[in-house]
């Protein structure tokens, strides 16, 4: 059992992710001694940056949900507050959206009369006030699962999760029986009834790498996110947020070891003890002694099949069951342009193509033999942004696919995908001056999870099957931070981690969550 802890501690962190960071800044300022191993030469996990001949572009999330995680972080960390430190800006509208029928509709960025009002002026018939009922339901499920899957430590009853559906109860009568929805899609069956309404709803689960089929009722807690909290961009690219939580992390004396693989964690008296390190590690600007760190607690940013292989049969909640690794989740694809001509005044900031097809989309992605679709629904990021152009006459755009992990796409899967992003930027082809692809591989490179593989933000329902393994282990003194522990995948999940694992250790097993 976890203690809580009464002195200096040294502290060994596996990883750099955000959440890992998160995690490695709050303990270093309550008294602790906090070393990350890094097996890659930077920080930031997922959140990295590609640069080339003066545009710059962030390979992983392009958008920042849910800012408060991390204004709650740097006030918990220091006096200089998260605005000081990078620069947000909130993005409006929130997104535009192509539907397959050629209608389109921009919404508002946190404003549910201004998105209700936008749709029915481009749907009719409607259609606005049924989405903003459906809000208004989407606001209860987060109500009552926000402090359980995202502010505490997963419950050892965490069964009473799995079973009870957060989602209100709507009756739909069909056949002479009334049903109630199950699942994403379901709900938009049965409560939105409009093709591009539904489209809109699903590409929320979609964008997570889960399959609204199959997805729970719960999932629409996601675009209630969008909705109630904003869509923010960080000046210069989501990378900046990265190098915020980093430097953070040095003014409160953690120390990085950048190019350390941990081979293995040691166990001492049954406790976790340290890390064992392969080869000699490059340092900035710590250092580690010998191949193995000694620790009286180790925090893994890693997956669960990664921590399985350092110390075999932790990776599982300890209590009543046990929450395992969610299923094999996709990946993300990226198609990084480089444009000729500025981009134009008044251009979306996101913009999300829909494709006609959207089944198909949905079959080839989770079916049997999965692939990229044909069309697939293509994200296109344009922000209005000099730091990531080399001047006002060209554009840094980001085309983005939910991919399944592993793909290795061929040329005509990458042109496919900039063939359905021109039709939220005409002419486009015409422009591109050069492409790069970031992949599911490249992404394995960065994260060391196999395939690739994007973890989904933790969901109540489903019978569990959506929620990520405890941030505590079977072997006392092992904690868990990031997408692939609770409360799961997300910028505002992994800082929430680790808030949570610095309650863990810091306070001991009674620590109830974050306040």
């Not at 572009?57 to 200089?80: I, N, S």
């Not at 620069?87 to 998105?115: C, K, W, Y």
């Not at 690219?237 to 953070?248: F, S």
């Not at 044909?374 to 939910?402: I, M, N, Q, Y």
């Amino acid at each position: 059992m976890a203690y809580k802890v009464t002195g200096m501690a040294r502290i060994a962190v596996i990883g750099a992710g955000m959440g890992a960071m998160a995690a490695a800044a709050r303990l270093a300022v309550a008294g602790h001694r906090v070393v990350v191993y890094e097996r890659t030469e930077t920080y930031g996990g997922a959140v990295r940056r590609f640069t080339r001949d003066g545009f710059s572009f962030d390979t992983g999330p392009g958008l920042l949900p849910l800012p408060a995680v991390y204004r709650d972080l740097f006030v918990k960390t220091g006096k200089e507050p998260l605005e000081s430190c990078a620069e947000l800006v909130q993005v409006d509208p929130s997104a535009r959206h192509l539907f397959a029928d050629g209608t389109e509709a921009a919404l508002p960025n946190a404003s549910r009369g201004g998105v209700v009002a936008a749709l029915d002026a481009a749907l009719g018939g409607g259609a606005g006030e049924r989405w903003g009922d459906f809000l208004v339901r989407a606001r209860e499920a987060w109500d009552r699962t926000r402090r359980p899957l995202l502010e505490e430590p997963l419950w050892p009853d965490w069964p009473v999760l799995a079973e009870r559906e957060p989602y209100p109860a709507v009756p739909h009568r069909k056949l002479l029986r009334t049903r109630r929805a199950g699942t994403l899609a379901e709900v938009g069956a049965f409560e939105l009834r409009d093709a591009r309404l539904v489209a809109l709803l699903e590409s929320h689960a979609l964008a997570y790498g889960l399959d609204p089929r199959t997805a729970p009722a719960s999932a629409a807690v996601l675009p209630y996110m969008d909705h109630a909290f904003g869509t923010w961009y960080v000046r210069g690219g989501i990378r900046e947020l990265a190098r915020a939580v980093y430097e953070r992390c040095l003014a409160r004396k953690v120390e990085f070891v950048f190019g350390a693989e941990v081979t293995g964690i040691v166990e001492e008296d049954g406790r976790a003890a340290g890390v064992e390190l392969a080869g000699e590690p490059s340092v900035s600007p710590g250092s580690a002694g010998g191949s193995v760190a000694d620790a009286d607690h180790v925090v893994a940013g890693v997956a669960p099949g990664v921590l399985d292989r350092l110390v075999p049969g932790t990776a599982s909640v300890r209590g009543t069951g046990e929450v395992g690794p969610q299923r094999a989740m996709p990946g993300r694809l990226s198609v990084l342009l480089a444009l000729r001509g500025g981009r134009p005044e008044g251009t979306a900031h996101r913009t999300v193509v829909h494709p006609a097809d959207r089944a198909g989309e949905l079959d080839r992605l989770f079916g049997a033999g999965a692939g990229l679709p044909p069309a697939p629904t293509v994200t296109v990021l344009r922000p209005d942004d000099p730091a990531l152009v080399p001047d006002a006459g060209h554009e840094a755009v980001t085309l983005t696919v939910t991919a399944p992990a592993g793909l290795r796409p061929s040329e005509s899967d990458v042109d496919r995908i900039v063939e359905a992003a021109e039709r939220a930027i005409p002419g486009l082809r015409d422009r591109v001056l050069w492409r790069e692809v970031h992949t599911p591989d490249d992404i394995a490179g960065e994260t060391g999870v196999p395939g690739g593989a994007v973890p989904a933000p933790a969901l109540a329902a489903a019978g569990g099957r959506l929620l990520q393994p405890s941030n505590t282990t079977r072997l006392p003194g092992l904690f868990t931070v990031g997408g692939w522990s609770h409360p799961g995948g997300g910028l505002p999940h992994a800082g929430m981690s680790g808030a949570l694992v610095a309650g863990l250790i810091v306070e001991g097993p009674d620590f109830r969550g974050s306040q």
